[in-house]
């Protein structure tokens, strides 16, 4: 069952606190798609390459990705 996770978020918005129940459906289905990710081994060794990147880039700078990432301002 291929389920947009923008769907798990509205039906969550739209239901408020009755979310839990309300969104079973969705929540399973979202369930096996990250269960599906976790499981493939190619996702796996994309995410470790992109982690050990990071964790070099930072050993160099010293800064971390986020904060590396962030644009500085253009005006003082």
Known sequence: MALDPA???????????????KCRKENSALKECLTA???????YEECKMEY???R???????IPAK???QKLPTSM
């Open 7 to 21: 769907d798990f978020t509205k039906c969550c918005k739209d239901s408020g606190i009755l979310m839990v129940v």
């Open 37 to 43: 990710h976790y499981n493939d081994p190619a996702f």
């Open 52 to 54: 050990l990147k990071e």
């Open 56 to 62: 070099e880039e930072f050993r160099k700078t010293g």
């Open 67 to 69: 904060k590396r990432l």
